[in-house]
Every structure is written in C-alpha cells, then in structure tokens.
C-alpha cells in the first residue's frame, strides 16, 4: 500500500502544478486538460463517496481507479482532453441553446443580476463600511442573527 500512496501523492503533485502553469501560460490548450481533469477527478471522488460500500466489494478498485487518474492526468495520454472532446464537448454543443437559455438557474434572473450589482458596487460598500464604523464590528453580526431569527419564526 505504501507505493500506491506514492504514486497518488506523485500524481497530486503533478496536477497541482501542471494546473498552475496552465493559469500562468496563454494557451487553451492545457487549460481545457485541466480544468476537465479537475471535474472528472470531483465527480469520480463524489462518486466513491456516495458508494463506498460498493465500491469496498470491488476487487482492485484502487488500482483501477490508480490507472484511471494516470490516464486522465499524464500528458503522454491526455486522457481529460480526450474524454472532454469526445464525450463532454458533443453534447454541450448539442445541448449548448438550451443551456444558454438559463434552465439551469445559475446565471439568474436580470432583477436578480441587478441586486448583485447594487449590492457590490463601491457605494454600498461604503454605507456598510459607514454603518460599522458608527455602530461597531459587532452591530453586523447583532443585525445579521436577527434577521436569521426573523425569518426562521417566519416558517
């Protein structure tokens, strides 16, 4: 088992830094390699997390899940850029207007949009920054909790 721990913390190692040098270098290229590398590795942990049971009964899981993230994550296999341009970018081409067309909630409503604007802008920073200046560091959080008691009486 000692070996397998080496090779995972190796690995580790050289996905960290190979994502670092995408960010640092101009090319899509290896940012497309490790940005998928980094979702398929989140989606195969939850994977195993949510069927840990299962996958305790599986016989050499561990170096088939070893072998796996090898593929994904050595260049000479590029196995992150290959799943995403044969798996990945086909059906978000494919599902890519409907997508676009904010079913999945995430990029919000325009009022929604313009409250996160209103919210972040340099003068409501300055009022909040104002208020806790006359009213003290804690007036924040006194405020806070009880809006959260408020609306817990409320349900």
Not at 22 to 47: C, G, H, M, N, R
Not at 115 to 121: H, R, V
Not at 125 to 134: G, N
Request: avoid cysteine; charged fraction near 20%; hydrophobic fraction near 45%.
């Amino acid at each position: 088992m000692g070996m397998y721990w080496t090779i995972v913390s190796y690995l580790q190692s050289l996905t960290g830094y190979a994502s670092i040098r995408a960010i640092e270098s101009p090319s899509k290229v290896d940012d497309e390699q490790w940005l998928t590398y980094w979702i398929l590795y989140s989606f195969l942990t939850l994977v195993e997390m949510a069927a840990a049971t299962l996958f305790s009964w599986i016989p050499f899981w561990h170096p088939v899940k070893l072998a796996f993230i090898a593929w994904l994550v050595l260049p000479q296999f590029r196995g992150a850029s290959f799943i995403y341009q044969r798996f990945v970018r086909e059906q978000l081409i494919k599902y890519r207007q409907w997508l676009d067309k904010d079913n999945l909630g995430a990029g919000g409503s325009e009022n929604q949009r313009k409250l996160m604007e209103d919210i972040q802008s340099p003068k409501a920073k300055a009022k909040v920054e104002h208020f806790i200046s006359e009213n003290g560091p804690d007036a924040f959080d006194i405020i806070y909790e009880a809006a959260v008691h408020e609306a817990q009486k409320e349900k």
